[in-house]
């Protein structure tokens, strides 16, 4: 559905609340709704919210059973419980799957609201094309879709304006939590899953499975403050299609 603009706005227009048009006289580009992305965005993330807790929990079973048996020597994949390993293998491939879904959701919702705020007119320190090859880059993708949302959340609000970034410098620190938490999972997952190579006795894996299950904590706390996230900047893009919605008459966004 393409983008449709009614009449001149009038005289008693609130837009200048909301941020300026970005090509005066003119209704701006193509808006692309995001509302319906993010509430998917969001049950995703809560959905994996609740694998990490059953995990963590299924998790603690299996490490007090290691615990217990740190000292008989016995080779681990001969004698661990199933009943215990077999649903955390399960939680895993769920995890990764549903992971995998949330990866294709948030791509795309943080491209289009990337484009909104483009739209907008207001500053962003790389474009659109990095919202996607911000998170798949390498090195770059430990820093890039930080500052992406980032400008993204600051962009979203309704009195951001348009312009430089300079013309907006609210902080938004829930991000360098949510990034760090992020990272955090990240390392500490990638560390305990090293040292599961090798790993033959009872004994030698109490150390992974520690570290797994430590990793489900910042894992649960990025999941947290990703919902705050999505769910604030896809309100805030709401409010300024409102704004424009009430300055320019008709303004649909495409789906």
Excluded: C
């Excluded at 009614?6 to 193509?30: L, M």
């Excluded at 890039?144 to 013309?167: E, K, T, V």
């Amino acid at each position: 559905m393409s983008l449709a603009h009614g009449n001149a706005p009038s005289e008693n227009s609130d837009w200048n609340r909301h941020g300026d048009p970005p090509v005066a006289g003119t209704a701006p580009g193509p808006l692309l709704a995001v509302k319906g992305l993010g509430k998917a965005l969001v049950a995703l993330l809560w959905a994996n919210i609740g694998i990490a807790v059953v995990t963590a929990f299924a998790q603690m079973v299996v490490l007090l059973w290691l615990t217990n048996r740190d000292s008989d020597g016995l080779d681990y994949a001969l004698h661990r419980p199933l009943g215990l390993t077999v649903p955390v293998t399960a939680l895993g491939i769920a995890s990764t799957l549903l992971t995998l879904a949330i990866v294709v959701v948030w791509i795309v919702w943080q491209y289009r609201a990337t484009r909104n705020v483009q739209v907008w007119g207001v500053g962003m320190r790389r474009g659109t094309g990095w919202a996607i090859a911000g998170w798949l880059v390498p090195i770059v993708s430990l820093w890039f879709p930080a500052q992406g949302m980032h400008d993204l959340m600051r962009g979203s609000r309704p009195d951001a304006s348009s312009g430089s970034l300079a013309g907006y410098q609210a902080a938004e620190p829930l991000i360098g939590w949510w990034w760090f938490s992020y990272l955090a999972t990240r390392i500490s997952a990638a560390v305990g899953a090293v040292l599961t190579i090798g790993a033959v006795t009872n004994s030698d894996w109490l150390t992974p499975n520690r570290i797994l299950l430590v990793s489900h904590l910042p894992a649960i706390a990025a999941g947290l403050m990703a919902i705050r996230i999505v769910t604030l900047t896809t309100e805030r893009q709401e409010q300024r299609m409102e704004a424009a919605r009430a300055y320019w008459g008709s303004l649909t966004p495409q789906q």
